[in-house]
Structures are given as C-alpha cells and as structure tokens.
C-alpha cells in the first residue's frame, strides 16, 4: 500500500511487560494473548507478565502484525484517514487512548494519575518520569472476579474509625465529628508519611479489633491486613490507607470502574481490559518500594473527592446505539477521549457495528469468529487485535460463540 492508500483495516502485536505485580508464566491472560499473535513472544514459566499494551504509546506499543512496523509511525502519515477530523482538530492529532489486558497477581502501587495541569507542569519539570502533558482518566472492565480499592468511602463510615483509640492521633485538633473531604486529606497525608514502627503497631491493633468494633462496613479489614503485609511487609503506609480510607471492591465480569484524573486506587487481584487517555504519569504512595514512591505532600494535596461510595466507582454499561443486533453494550466514561464496546456474541451470532468519527483499536477477549470491514473478512480467535479506522463499519459473525472488547473515539 501507498502512503495514499493506507489500509483502513489491519492486524496488530501487543507488547507485554513484566512488573512483579503480575501473574507469573501461562497464568497469566496478558501473556497468553500476547502470545496468540506475536510469534516471537515465548512465555517463560519463571517470569511475571502483568500487562500486554496495544496502542501507539512509545513504551510498549503495538505494532502491524505483518511488518512490525510501530503502529504510531502509520498514524503519523496517514492521519487523515487513520485518525480523521475529530482527532486531529479535537484530540492532539494522535491515538488519544491507550488499552491495554491486565492480569493481576498483588496489588498494583496506591497510585493517582495528575490532571492535566499538574501533569503539564510535572513534564516539564521532570521528563524522564512524566513522559507526556497529558492527564490518564482511565476505566477497568472486568474479565474474571477483580478485587480494587477505588475512591472514598462515605465520610460517615471513615469517622468511626477514627474514634478507635489508636486511630485518634491521626484526627487533626479541633476536629468535630462532622469531617470534611479537607479533613480526610490531611489524614491521609498523616497516614502516609506516619512512622513505619506506628504503621506496624497499628496494623496489629486493628487486627485485634473485633468485627463489630469495626462495623459491618469495615469487617473485612481483619481479612485484608496479612494479605496485603504478606505482599509489601508491614510497614507500608498504603495498607492504612487503603483499608481505613477507601472502598474495596469486588467486581465479577463484565462490570467496570471509573477511575477520573486524580483519583485515587489500586487494583487488587484479577484480569481486567483497562483503557485510559492517552498518558503514563502516575503518582505512587503505598504498596511499593520507599524508593518508587513520590511526595506524600504531593500526592495527598494532588488527591481529588469525585467518588465517596463504591456505587460513584461504577461505570455501567448500556446497550450502544451503534449496534444493530443489540448484542453489544458500551460503556461511556465522562471523557472525550474514547468508550468502550463490548459485544457478546453466542453460537451462530453476529453484530454490525456502526462506523465512529475516530479510530478504533479491538481485541478479542474469548472465541473466535469472523470480522467483515473495508470489503474484506478477516478471520478473528482469541488474543486477535485490529485498528479500525474512521467511518468504518464492521460486522462481527461466529460459529462457536466470542467476545470483543473495542475501544472507539
């Protein structure tokens, strides 16, 4: 094909890498996609696979399947017709997500990704560990059972922790029983920089807290503490803040979170589809090494109050308007950058999907199946990933049942 002539459909690779957060060897979903189509991708039984990335972000990017050649380098002379008007005129003129499978053994780093001011001026500040200008809202959809701490709790189930007599150093002076968000961020800004002898001893005191002590809306912290210990060791500050401050949540396939700029979480445990605008920054706290974390006073005054119950967490799925059979929901995060479909397709059905102003990127998560677009048929099986560009339709056809996830602008 001729620079003028860009096909509109194509096959991409993924690339996986390798936190210790991961699963390790076939356990892990990352690793077996990644391993479906990119043939020089071997799994090794003794390593850790935690994400398989397939967007155009320089780090870990996709690239066509039968060339190799970096997916964002097809973009960029081709923008008119891979990215369209939208992108180009609204979104930056690039790919404005990224994707990505992850498959989660431990809890990631308590983390918040900084809004685009804060990431405009960390960028320039430090361009080695923030990559881009960019803010990262981001979404998670489950594909198996998928445990997260995301947001705040309500206040009105914080307080009467804070009323246990080890808790109450952490309370500023003067405090009232009716706290504000302003009182929970200097809270965990106390619970973050608090001495790792004090993160010890109150980690203990809590387990030896009884379940009704704690409340029905915190019984579950007993439970948690020697995971999480046995995870990070007992003197991380993110296990105070995780269990004392913020939801946890156990989702099951198909349901999906909403995690907006600033807001603050860590995944747990389970394979999930992320997408994300398109951004690397982070700001870390907790559930990683003292040396990977960034300024307490940073991240806590960074911290934004969005969400105060698991139910603002949820993003729900609603059938899509693009779809023509109604087998394929979306997902609509309060961003301009993408949505998110999922169509599930039993034996001997299919789907058409109306064309979208931007681009598409989609992987299949289970099955097998074909895809009709741009005049031709492509076959499609598990770990199969395709950019679909503007103002393309597709049709989705199987024998034996399959799943698609497909990000779209």
């Known amino acids: 094909m001729t620079a003028t002539t860009p096909e509109r459909v194509f096959q991409l690779t993924g690339s996986c890498n390798n936190y210790p957060w991961g699963k390790k060897g076939k356990e892990s979903l990352a690793a077996q996609l990644c391993a479906k189509t990119d043939k020089s991708f071997h799994i090794k039984d003794d390593e850790f696979y935690s994400e ?7 780090d870990f990017p996709a690239k066509k399947f039968d060339t190799g050649e970096p997916l964002k380098d097809i973009l960029e002379k081709n923008k008119e017709t891979l990215l369209g008007k939208k992108v180009i005129e609204n979104l930056d003129g690039q790919l404005p997500y990224l994707p990505k499978i992850l498959s989660i053994a431990k809890a990631l780093p308590l983390q918040i990704h900084p809004n ?3 990431a405009t001026k960390l960028h320039k500040k430090d361009p080695q560990n923030f990559t881009d200008p960019n803010h990262k809202p981001e979404i998670a959809v489950a594909l198996s059972k998928f ?6 709790k309500p206040l009105s189930d914080i307080v009467p922790l804070f009323q246990l007599p080890f808790l109450r150093q952490f309370v500023p002076p003067g405090t009232t029983d009716t706290w504000t968000d302003a009182t929970l961020r200097d809270i965990t800004k106390s619970l973050l920089k608090a001495e790792e002898g ?3 001893n109150i980690a203990q005191s809590l387990l030896k807290t009884s379940k009704e002590e704690l409340g029905p809306k915190n019984d579950y912290i007993p439970d948690l503490i020697p995971r999480l210990q046995d995870q990070y060791g007992p003197k991380d500050p993110g296990t105070l803040v995780a269990l004392l401050c913020m939801n946890f949540m156990v989702l099951q396939p198909g349901d999906s979170i909403y995690i907006p700029a600033d807001g603050i979480h860590a995944y747990l445990s389970g394979d999930i589809v992320e997408c994300m605008a398109r951004s690397n920054n982070v700001l870390n706290a907790g559930f990683c090494p003292p040396a990977d974390r960034n300024s307490y006073d940073l991240f806590a005054d960074t911290l934004t109050f969005q969400g105060h119950t698991a139910a603002d967490m949820l993003l729900p799925s609603n059938k899509s308007e693009k779809s023509k059979e109604g087998r ?14 999922k169509a599930d397709l039993g034996p001997g059905e299919s789907d058409e999907i109306a064309p979208s102003d931007g681009p598409s990127v989609l992987i299949v998560t289970s099955g097998q199946g074909t895809m009709l677009a741009d005049g ?3 076959d499609l099986k598990e770990g199969s990933i395709f950019f ?7 049709v989705w056809k199987t024998d034996k049942g399959m799943q698609i996830h497909m990000a779209v602008v």
């Open 147 to 152: 445990e997260v701490f995301a947001g705040w």
């Open 198 to 200: 004090s993160v010890q």
């Open 328 to 341: 394929t929901v979306v997902y609509k995060p309060p961003m301009s950058e993408f949505d998110m479909l």
């Open 116 to 118: 685009k001011e804060l």
């Open 52 to 58: 398989m990335w397939f967007g155009d972000y320089p």
């Open 376 to 378: 031709k048929t492509f």
């Open 388 to 394: 679909v560009a503007p103002e393309t339709a597709v």
